[in-house]
Nanobody, 114 residues
Framework: QVQFVESGGGVVQAGGSLRLSCAAPETTFSPNAIGWYRQAPGKERELVAHISRGGSTNYVDSVKGRFTISRDNAKRTVYLLMNSLKPEDTAVYYC????????WGQGTQVTVSS
């Protein structure tokens, strides 16, 4: 696998939920921490959550208590469960290694309507 493949985005009303999935490159999935990033129109890319190889997690303040990141190493997949979505969560969401340069995927669009 050459690039990350994100899926699960869509259009949801405020207060709703979505679960994003990320299929990661096989050869480097195990030893690397992976993060979920998002980029809203007119704004810079932002790291919203990340998870280590061992499963420790961190979140940006704006999503704490609402988003949950997890990983399934056997499936080479990282998930982002997003609850209580707000219009300001609208963005293209990407997954990527936290510190290792790599090819970025196309991302998945999340649109939260008011």
């Amino acid at each position: 696998q050459v690039q990350f493949v994100e899926s699960g985005g869509g259009v949801v009303q405020a207060g709703g939920s979505l679960r994003l999935s990320c299929a990661a490159p096989e050869t480097t999935f195990s030893p690397n921490a992976i993060g979920w990033y998002r980029q809203a129109p007119g704004k810079e890319r932002e790291l919203v959550a990340h998870i280590s190889r061992g499963g420790s997690t961190n979140y940006v303040d704006s999503v704490k208590g609402r988003f949950t990141i997890s990983r399934d190493n056997a499936k080479r997949t990282v998930y982002l469960l997003m609850n209580s979505l707000k219009p300001e969560d609208t963005a293209v969401y990407y997954c990527h290694f936290l510190t290792v340069p790599h090819i970025w995927g196309q991302g998945t669009q999340v649109t939260v309507s008011s």
